[in-house]
């Protein structure tokens, strides 16, 4: 599946935040955590990319009609040829700047996800070990991000198939089966 983009994006440009940094996206930014229980998608950024040389989510700019969890699954469309249809985005968490933020959606594995990279703005993009991740060279948002992401993500509670336990990601909730 290769993602072919519907729409130019009205929100690729820098702006400054209150804390004055500045910061690629026009209405902010999103980004894609995906997880299998033990692992996490991480992007390689090509170098003459904003903090190239450095690994991230896939993610980016939003534009002004998406919300976050559209913009995360469109950018990790573009960025690592995933089909949003195999992942269940279970959260969100917003770093705000005032005047900018970057919202990662964490999302779950539905099937056996091959990321791989998909357009220039890439290197590489692989499945990295949770706990391998601290010792990546990372983008500097993420590093900063990362402790809470990490605490964010479901427990690691994998079954001998070594898939976690969706029961234990996604909200309880009755079935009648009259519905």
Same mark, same amino acid.
């Given at each position: 599946m290769r993602y072919e983009p519907q729409v130019s994006g009205?929100? $690729?440009g820098w702006v400054e935040c209150s804390l004055g940094h500045r910061h690629w996206g026009r209405f902010g930014a999103a980004g894609l955590l995906i997880t299998d229980g033990a692992r996490v998608v991480l992007? *390689?950024?090509?170098?003459?990319?904003?903090?190239?040389? #450095?690994? @991230? &989510?896939?993610?980016? @700019?939003?534009?002004?009609?998406?919300?976050?969890?559209?913009?995360?699954l469109r950018e990790a469309a573009?960025?690592?040829? =995933?089909?949003?249809? #195999? !992942?269940?985005?279970?959260?969100?968490? %917003? +770093? +705000? *700047?005032?005047?900018?933020?970057? #919202? #990662? %959606? !964490?999302a779950q594995a539905l099937v056996a996800l091959e990321p791989r990279v998909a357009n220039a703005e890439s290197i590489d993009v692989r499945w990295w070990a949770i706990d391998d991740v601290d010792a990546l060279? &990372?983008?500097?948002?993420?590093? $900063?991000?990362?402790?809470? =992401?990490r605490d964010l993500l479901p427990a690691r509670d994998v079954e001998t198939t070594g898939w976690p336990t969706l029961r234990n990601l996604l909200p309880a909730r009755d079935i009648d089966a009259t519905d």
């Open positions: 009205d929100g $690729n992007q *390689h950024r090509a170098p003459w990319t904003h903090d190239g040389g #450095t690994w @991230a &989510l896939p993610g980016g @700019a939003r534009d002004s009609h998406e919300d976050v969890v559209t913009a995360a573009e960025e690592a040829d =995933l089909d949003p249809a #195999t !992942v269940a985005p279970m959260q969100e968490w %917003v +770093d +705000d *700047h005032g005047g900018w933020s970057y #919202t #990662t %959606v !964490v060279p &990372l983008h500097s948002g993420f590093a $900063n991000a990362w402790p809470t =992401l």
